[in-house]
């Protein structure tokens, strides 16, 4: 079973950038596709964005499309949200998901679909 860590999160001003980095340890890295998903207090999960396991697809919510840029290196086995223009309404906890798949599983928005998750970074962004 895949393990996830998140780090990178933090404190910015509105149309500021960060990085959240998703470091994964256990086996088979190359066969698990990965989304980031984020809770704001009092508000459900949500999708933020997906990378397919050959890495060649992603997909965004429609809040964050055009700002946000989801990538993975397979040698270090990390996964990478780059966050730029960030707005206040990105204020939550960001979570790290892995599912593993088959090369030509569609991909999904669902959370329930994931089945390893990491421990979540909290992203503040000031007004």
């Known amino acids: 079973q895949i393990q996830l860590v998140e780090s990178g999160g933090g404190l910015v001003q509105a149309g500021g950038s960060l990085t959240l980095t998703c470091a994964a340890s256990g086996p088979s890295f190359n066969r698990y596709a990965f989304g980031w998903f984020r809770q704001a207090p009092g508000k459900e999960r949500e999708f933020v964005a997906l990378?397919?396991?050959?890495?060649?697809?992603?997909s965004y919510a429609n809040s964050v499309q055009g700002r946000f840029t989801l990538s993975k290196n397979n040698d270090r086995r990390m996964v990478f949200l780059a966050m730029k223009n960030l707005k206040p309404e990105d204020t939550a906890v960001y979570y790290c998901a892995a599912r593993q798949t088959i090369l030509t599983a569609s991909p999904t928005t669902a959370a329930d679909d994931y089945r390893s998750w990491g421990q979540g970074t909290q992203v503040t962004v000031s007004p």
């Open positions: 990378i397919t396991r050959n890495g060649g697809s992603t």
